[in-house]
């Protein structure tokens, strides 16, 4: 595994991607935890943001324990380090790390996201546009994080949330996770590790009908 990630981080540099992000949680030993990050960390320099997602995996302690060790390595944030709605156990991770905590993927609706800021738990909040409720709640929960002087980032579906992100004033970035674009005829570009906001009406986006045909329930 070791051996694929030094492969795969001097790829996307040459694709021109400036962030990565990669898991941790599923090692056996925090050894080889920190060993993954290493080898990720050596293939691309200091200047590349380097994120690491552990999808709720450790508890506080081991988020402490391990996240106080991958200081070392200047990760641009640690995301759903511990249980998604372990508020105060949140609370306890950033209080105690300087690499910044993300949190939201798993928060379905508007009021997650308030406990979530009120008890303190993140650095970034991460907005889902499907499970928050659509475009309507994804502002009022970037506007509430705006309030508590936060930054946004997406997750999923780029083609939308690059509208989104652009349309506030506390969007960081954009997750590039292409997994719907074919379902449209034209998606926004990537130039240069960074995607284009499209010109045209409304989000800019058509559906490709013989795409959406494959998938028809007759």
């Known amino acids: 595994?070791?051996?694929s990630l030094a492969e795969t981080g001097?790829?996307?540099l040459e694709m021109g991607f400036k962030q990565m992000k990669t898991q941790l949680g599923g090692k056996p030993t925090v050894g080889r935890e920190l060993e993954r990050i290493k080898v990720?960390?050596?293939g691309i320099g200091e200047d590349i943001d380097l994120m690491c997602d552990i999808n709720q995996l450790w508890s506080v302690n081991q988020a402490i324990d391990i996240g106080s060790?991958?200081?070392d390595y200047h990760l641009f944030w640690l995301e759903d380090v511990v249980a998604h709605?372990?508020?105060q156990g949140f609370a306890r991770v950033a209080n105690a790390l300087t690499t910044p905590i993300a949190v939201g993927e798993y928060h379905y609706g508007v009021h997650p996201f308030r406990h979530m800021l009120e008890a303190r738990s993140v650095d970034i909040v991460m907005i889902d546009l499907l499970r928050v409720g659509?475009?309507?709640q994804w502002r009022k929960v970037a506007a509430m994080a705006e309030a508590f002087n936060l930054p946004v980032v997406s997750h999923l579906v780029p083609e939308i949330h690059v509208q989104l992100m652009a349309s506030i004033p506390n969007g960081l970035t954009v997750e590039y996770m292409p997994w719907t674009l074919?379902?449209?005829e034209e998606t926004p570009v990537v130039d240069n590790g960074e995607i284009v906001v499209p010109d045209k009406p409304g989000l800019g986006l058509k559906f490709d009908q013989d795409v959406l045909k494959q998938y028809?329930?007759?």
């Open 216 to 218: 028809q329930v007759n």
């Open 85 to 87: 709605d372990d508020y």
């Open 40 to 42: 990720l960390r050596d």
């Open 10 to 12: 001097p790829h996307l």
């Open 134 to 136: 659509g475009i309507t």
């Open 1 to 3: 595994m070791t051996d």
């Open 69 to 71: 060790r991958l200081e």
């Open 182 to 184: 074919r379902l449209f």
